[in-house]
């Protein structure tokens, strides 16, 4: 980035925050009225804390032309017609991008979740789950289907591979990938299909009594059933044993049958089903946190990327058709994660 294009971006960044705060402070009619960050999406979305006289509110600034607040409007209605517990909307002005909503607190579940407390999070996190599953999928609501699928594999080769470990696959090891891609995507489409969040993972359920609420649901699908438990198990942030991951994706799956949810009848197929779409996705993750370093700037999130290699060595043992993918971990993956972790114990 160049003088000129920082200068330009700071500018454009100040006169972003003036509006934000403007609009705050007339939406709550408190004229002294500040803002202090609460989180920042891995998108282009941030969210802040109002300090004033009145409770606190969060502020959720989706700029118009980076991040529509519009298709989380839209996700947030129909899961709370279904009975999710989802944020209050206070106030909104979609054309600026601007959106009013309760403070669900400073903690998210990955935050205060520890090996005593797991049982019942994941339980609570279930019901929300189980009424998100329920919810008919409107006719507009985007499928995952192959091309998605596959645009989201790619991000492993051209950004985890390519950009940030230097990668570049010869003719029989892109063979081999592209050959792994094939077999999840066909397995992925082939699994029963539903409504799915498709990052439901402790980082986006906040406590909120007894129970949990639900964040972060802007992009639905129309997908695989097993997508979101196996996101809730094999965290992005938060590794389980593997042992006590199998007890609860056995605890889904009794409960979603219980409740209606057409996942597959046999839980040993029901299993292996989370074990391909969570493949799909912890390739897609390892892509997508090396973009966000590289392309967006946010270098802490490829700190994890050892857990996704361990989620996927554990598939991997299961699943000798996925064995080109093996030979990249071996080949390309550990020896480059292992050098940059001697580098960081050196710094």
């Not at 996942?263 to 993750?285: E, S, T, Y």
């Not at 390892?286 to 966000?292: D, I, M, N, S, V």
Request: hydrophobic content about 50%; glycine content about 6%; aromatic content about 8%.
């Amino acid at each position: 980035m160049t003088a000129s294009s920082s200068a330009l971006r700071a500018a454009g960044d100040a006169e972003r925050a003036a509006a934000r705060l403007a609009w705050a402070r007339a939406a709550t009619g408190e004229t002294a009225l500040q803002l202090e960050r609460a989180s920042m999406d891995a998108g282009f979305r941030s969210y802040w804390r109002t300090q004033g006289a009145g409770p606190a509110r969060i502020v959720m600034d989706s700029p118009p032309d980076l991040e529509e607040a519009r298709p989380w409007l839209r996700i947030r209605a129909l899961l709370r017609e279904a009975g999710v517990r989802v944020p209050d909307v206070l106030a909104e002005d979609t054309d600026a991008g601007f959106l009013l909503l309760e403070d669900l607190g400073h903690r998210t579940c990955l935050d205060v979740v520890d090996d005593a407390s797991a049982d019942a999070t994941f339980d609570a996190a279930f019901d929300q789950l189980l009424r998100l599953q329920a919810i008919a999928c409107p006719d507009d609501l985007p499928a995952y289907d192959a091309p998605m699928l596959q645009r989201e594999l790619d991000l492993f080769e051209d950004w985890f591979l390519g950009r940030h470990l230097g990668v570049a696959l010869d003719a029989d090891a892109r063979a081999g990938l592209q050959a792994v891609q094939r077999t999840l995507v066909e397995a992925v489409l082939a699994q029963p299909q539903g409504f799915v969040h498709r990052d439901y993972m402790l980082r986006n359920l906040m406590p909120d009594g007894a129970g949990v609420a639900v964040i972060d649901f802007q992009g639905a699908v129309r997908g695989p059933l097993a997508y979101d438990p196996v996101s809730l198990f094999r965290d992005a942030f938060r590794s389980w044993p593997p042992a006590r991951v199998d007890t609860w994706l056995a605890r889904y799956h009794a409960r979603a049958r219980a409740a209606g949810v057409p996942v597959d009848p046999d839980p040993a197929v029901f299993a292996r089903h989370a074990d391909l779409a969570g493949m799909q996705r912890h390739l897609k993750i390892l892509g997508l946190f090396a973009r966000l370093h590289h392309r967006d700037g946010k270098p802490r999130y490829l700190a994890d990327a050892p857990r996704f290699v361990g989620y996927l060595d554990q598939v991997l043992a299961r699943e000798p058709a996925l064995a080109p993918l093996a030979a990249i971990l071996d080949r390309h993956v550990r020896p480059r994660l292992a050098a940059v972790a001697a580098l960081d114990d050196a710094r």
